[in-house]
């Protein structure tokens, strides 16, 4: 039966989810991650079986898109499973789509198994064409691997959205390069502004990478002619058409507080706390009730239900004030970006 949908204080419907199924990586990207991780013990994770029940507990609840994200989404074991126990909730029509992003290490392993589970859309992060930065940015990824595995995946027929966080000094000379490459591929490109996550990483550092997206864009300006599109995703991106292409090019702002009025998600963190808000501390632990209630979900709907009554109505990350008070003490890696 139906369950009345997922209404936040601020009218917004809760129709997108994050799940992020583990804080592993086979990558340690410097705005990410520190060299030395500590990684969760796995007793902490939700298990297989628990990703599915919360998944389906708000696919239940009106949720039609879900993003199964990380860590790496595709290290951790036996997660084709998982996507597998998705398919029948597109089969069903509750859900719209399945969809994943992933850092394209393992996806040349994985494309046609997921294409097969009913993904048919990939987002992969990508922030340099050139190997050896590739290895400097990621510490430890292989380039060719990625490349395989973005050509994997097209020949599954999935479509391929590149993500690249803009990183002033590191991966500027390459706008023209990675737009063209794109353009080449048949990718969608969305630029992403880095964001100050993770304790080491909201430093002078991090600062001094800021590459805000307005620049890029005016650059993009000068070669190109760009199309805004009235596309929203009720997250923080806005797109562009490049008419000299044909190819859309996304702008995620996360710093700008211009989409938190049309936000329709949350995201789960591999250990089940729910964050409501992607700049805010507050969470609900669905563990809890799942791990409680093994055989009844109802008390982790109503857990469920509870938290997106204390949803914030925006957010609070802000660079201008250049100070630790608008940081976030965790990583992206935790609540999966
Ligand atoms: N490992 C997968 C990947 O890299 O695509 C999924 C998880 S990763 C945390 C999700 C996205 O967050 C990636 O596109 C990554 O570039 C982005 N990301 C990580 N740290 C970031 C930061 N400090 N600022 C902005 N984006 C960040
Ligand atoms: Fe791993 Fe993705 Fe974080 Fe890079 S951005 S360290 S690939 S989780």
Redesign the pocket.
């Known amino acids: 039966m139906r369950q009345d949908p997922l209404i936040d204080p601020f009218q917004r419907p809760i129709t997108y989810l994050r799940l992020?199924v583990t804080d592993r990586?086979d990558?340690r990207?410097t705005?990410?991650m520190s060299e030395d991780m500590t990684f969760l013990p796995k007793k902490d994770l939700l298990s297989l079986e628990e990703l599915d029940r919360v998944a389906s507990a708000f696919i239940g609840l009106g949720v039609r898109k879900l993003r199964v994200?990380?860590?790496?989404?595709l290290v951790r074991r036996d997660i084709l499973t998982f996507f597998r126990k998705m398919t029948r909730h597109l089969e069903s029509g509750a859900l719209d789509e399945l969809t994943l992003?992933?850092?394209g290490s393992q996806l040349a392993r994985f494309a046609g198994d997921l294409a097969a589970a009913g993904v048919r859309r990939v987002?992969?992060?990508l922030?340099t064409l050139d190997a050896d930065r590739f290895r400097a940015l990621t510490r430890r990824g292989d380039l060719a691997k990625v490349m395989a595995g973005i050509d994997a995946a097209q020949a599954a027929g999935l479509r391929v959205k590149l993500?690249a966080?803009a990183l002033k000094g590191v991966n500027e000379d390459e706008l023209f390069s990675l737009t063209e490459f794109c353009a080449d591929r048949g990718l969608d490109l969305t630029w992403?502004?880095?964001?100050?996550?993770?304790e080491d990483?909201g430093s002078e550092d991090?600062l001094g990478q800021y590459w805000p997206l307005d620049d890029l864009r005016a650059r993009l300006a000068e070669r190109y002619t760009l199309t805004p599109l009235a596309e929203r995703t009720g997250g923080p991106a806005r797109f562009v058409r490049l008419e000299e292409t044909g190819q859309k090019i996304g702008f995620i702002t996360?710093l700008t507080h211009n989409f938190c009025e049309s936000c329709n998600r949350v995201r789960l963190t591999c250990t089940g706390e729910l964050f409501m808000c992607l700049g805010q501390e507050d969470r609900a632990d669905l563990r809890a009730a799942l791990r409680a209630h093994p055989d009844d979900d109802a008390p982790l709907v109503e857990a469920i239900r509870d938290a997106i009554r204390h949803k914030p109505k925006g957010h609070d990350f802000d660079y201008s004030r250049q100070r630790a008070d608008g940081q976030m003490p965790r990583?992206?890696?935790h609540t999966?970006?």
């Open positions: 992020s990586c990558f990207c705005y990410c994200t990380g860590g790496e989404p992003t992933t850092n987002n992969v992060s922030d993500n966080v992403i502004e880095v964001m100050p996550m993770g990483i991090r996360p990583h992206m890696s999966g970006g």
